[in-house]
């Protein structure tokens, strides 16, 4: 299976079972995507354990998950790409829209304004 995918499915398993923090196996793009996931407000902190692990500390408001959904949009058997004109928005602006653009792994409102198309990785909402 996928790396991403993974990733994506550990913080959704999580999410539902209500857990603080999850421990996942760490590679750059990971801890990118994390680093966006940050900066958007989905996730408290991420921090590196070892050469081997990351850690994610995900954010509830009260009892409820800040995230309602995460869904892995490109995928190793059908990859997805945009021009930065067709970069997708989730619902109208409340959601993110993270990808992986010739300058980075960044979210559709940054490659937009830089005028970067790219891979679709995922959304966030």
């Known amino acids: 299976m996928d790396p991403v995918s993974n990733m994506i499915s550990a913080i959704k398993t999580a999410l539902q079972v209500k857990k603080e923090t999850i421990e996942i196996p760490i590679s750059k793009f990971k801890v990118e995507i994390s680093k966006i996931l940050k900066q ?11 050469a081997r692990k990351m850690v994610i500390k995900l954010k509830y408001r009260g009892k409820e998950s800040v995230v309602t959904d ?32 010739p300058a980075g792994i960044m979210t559709g409102k940054d490659a937009k304004k830089k005028g970067l198309g790219g891979e679709v990785i995922g959304k966030i909402w």
């Open 70 to 101: 995460f869904k892995r949009i490109s995928k190793p058997g059908c990859r997805i790409y945009v021009k930065s004109k067709d970069i997708p928005v989730v619902l109208r602006g409340l959601g993110t829209v993270i990808m992986s653009t």
């Open 40 to 50: 958007e407000g989905f996730i408290e902190n991420y921090s590196k354990v070892d």
